[in-house]
């Protein structure tokens, strides 16, 4: 049982690799076409900040995490030091959202997201990965 397992990895192994890097490179891009037809949109609404981060010098290159609250639901969104310090000490900050109020973006988010060319490197590698997969 163990041999056909080990087997079908090193056979179908990078195939299905690449495969599964596709798929993951279609969510990032879903998710860059989303930021940029919200921030097309322009609808500006006002979000109730529940939680920052507590020091906006210590964010690191990944950002922080603050969670807002609009329309009923909570958001928790990520976000850089710029982001930090434009909400921190607030209660309410100013955000972006689609047409069913069910998505929200910071104002400059779309602006400083990096989806598509992440979304299209990653699918060039996995395009190659499953290409040398299949073709072996």
């Known amino acids: 049982m163990k041999s056909k397992i080990i087997s079908f990895i090193i056979t179908k192994g990078l195939t299905i690799g690449g495969l599964f890097m596709l798929i993951i490179a279609v969510v990032v891009l879903n998710n860059g ?20 981060p507590k020091d906006c010098d210590n964010l690191g290159r990944r950002g922080g995490y603050y969670k807002l609250t609009y329309n009923g639901q909570v958001f928790v969104k990520k976000g850089n030091q710029l982001i930090c310090e434009t909400i ?49």
């Open 33 to 52: 076409v989303l930021k940029m037809r919200i921030t097309e949109q322009n609808k500006i609404v006002t979000a109730k900040v529940l939680e920052t």
């Open 88 to 136: 921190i000490g607030k209660s309410d900050v100013d955000v972006l959202t689609n047409e069913n109020e069910d998505k929200i973006v910071f104002l400059n988010e779309y602006e400083e997201s990096n989806d598509f060319w992440s979304g299209i490197l990653l699918g060039i590698i996995g395009i190659v990965i499953a290409y040398k997969g299949w073709k072996k």
